[in-house]
């Protein structure tokens, strides 16, 4: 079973504040993952890729890859209440998204 | 570029009936995916297609589902008999490469 595991949330940070968001996966195979942020009623947005371990920045954003650890996260700095919506991690190998994690961000 | 178009947004049907769900892809995308959202299962691959075949449909829930990508521009689900437990949100996607896809907007299925 190729699966994408995130903690479903709530996630609750102050404005202004890091906000990290987490992701495991289990498919050794896999080498590229995605970012997807959700509006609720809205379809989902990509934000970031990431094909190799270490870091990349993008803006506010920054998505860390640890292929040893099979692991993904997703750095938001200077989070803003906009900032609030479903976080959705994604495998580029299967094509499977994770269960997605709730950030909600209070002024 | 209008990106992936879907219709119809919204769709109300009665137990029994068939449904079909449209996509238009991006042009030059040359991959295609259904998914299904549900709050209880999240956002689950129905099938992908690659160059207008179907590559993977191990996620089709049963046999009342079909697929089909006549060409490069067009794809449709179809549902038949639809059953009260398939309303959800049914997304298209489309990419080009190893980028990342690009959403439609979604149909939301209500069957009563």
């Known amino acids: 079973q190729k699966e994408v595991e995130q903690n479903s949330g709530p996630l609750s940070v102050p404005e202004g504040a890091i906000a990290s968001l987490n992701c495991t996966y289990s498919?050794?195979?896999?080498?590229?993952f995605f970012w997807y942020r959700q509006y609720s009623g809205k379809s989902p947005e990509l934000i970031m890729f990431?094909?190799?371990?270490g870091d990349k920045e993008d803006g506010r954003f920054t998505a860390q890859l640890n292929k040893a650890s099979q692991y993904v996260s997703l750095l938001i700095r200077d989070s803003q209440p906009s900032d609030s919506a479903t976080y959705l991690c994604?495998?580029?190998?299967?094509?499977?998204f994770g269960p997605g994690t709730r950030l909600s961000v209070l002024p | 570029d209008a990106g992936v178009i879907q219709s119809p947004r919204h769709e109300v049907t009665e137990m029994g009936q068939e449904v079909t769900l449209r996509c238009k892809p991006i042009?030059?995308?040359?991959?295609l995916f259904w998914y299904r959202q549900t709050m209880m299962r999240g956002l689950e691959l129905l099938i992908y297609?690659?160059?207008?075949?179907?590559?993977?449909d191990s996620g089709m829930p049963e046999d009342r589902f079909s697929a089909k990508m006549p060409n490069a521009s067009f794809s449709t689900l179809k549902i038949q008999p639809s059953e009260p437990r398939d309303s959800a949100v049914y997304f298209c996607a489309s990419n080009t490469g190893d980028y990342g896809y690009t959403f439609g907007s979604g149909t939301r299925l209500t069957v009563v």
């Open positions: 297609f690659n160059n207008n075949v179907p590559i993977d």
């Open positions: 990431i094909y190799s371990n």
């Open positions: 994604a495998s580029g190998q299967n094509f499977v």
């Open positions: 498919d050794r195979g896999s080498q590229s």
């Open positions: 042009s030059g995308h040359n991959s």
